[in-house]
């Protein structure tokens, strides 16, 4: 079973000892269409304007204007379209968590690869610089898979997180340690079991 979700921020539990905790909203989703493969066709609110495609699938699934965003999910079985039960949270132990990472731009080598850099008194050249990068003469070539300066962050990633407790009410999920992204960023969590 899959949800999207929407990032609150972190916390930490008033136990002793006390244990970092990151607060996520389930987002309120329609199942449109249901596959024969498991999965389903969902629409949700981004949040967004509405363009004329959208337009369409609304009118195609019969869905509302404050649904404005459609995703594949994966579902269990015997799901109807309508309103996506959040019933199998409550039982949740391991759920893996799929967010884009913080992007960090251009980074040079040091922020990036955590590379040492040069000395950084006066006299020296090589202060945050890569330094060599390739061979004499074999290969006589830079090698694939250099660290090199370049796009850092904004990448997807997934990590495997323990279920501290579901608030069905206000359908927020307690999971322990963090998960990547920025504060309202959204992202999808799976059950694992």
Excluded at 20 to 35: I, Y
Aim: proline share 6%; aromatic share 6%.
């Amino acid at each position: 079973m899959e949800y999207i979700v929407e990032k609150i921020g972190m916390s930490r539990t008033i136990d002793v000892p006390s244990v970092p905790v990151t607060l996520l909203k389930v987002v309120e989703t329609k199942v449109c269409e249901v596959r024969e493969d498991g999965k389903a066709l969902v629409a949700y609110n981004s949040g967004k304007k509405i363009n004329k495609a959208i337009e369409g699938q609304q009118k195609k699934y019969s869905v509302s204007n404050e649904f404005n965003k459609f995703m594949t999910l994966e579902v269990a079985e015997g799901t109807e379209p309508g309103d996506l039960s959040t019933a199998p949270l409550a039982e949740a132990q391991v759920v893996k968590s799929s967010f884009n990472s913080k992007g960090r731009g251009f980074s040079g080598v040091m922020k990036r690869h955590n590379f040492a850099g040069g000395p950084g008194a006066h006299g020296s050249r090589f202060h945050r610089a890569p330094g060599s990068i390739g061979m004499c003469e074999w290969p006589g070539r830079v090698q694939p898979g250099q660290k090199m300066p370049g796009h850092y962050g904004n990448a997807k990633t997934t990590v495997k997180n323990e279920v501290i407790s579901f608030d069905a009410e206000n359908g927020i999920l307690v999971l322990k340690g963090a998960v990547p992204g920025p504060k309202g960023a959204r992202g999808v969590v799976r059950i694992v079991k």
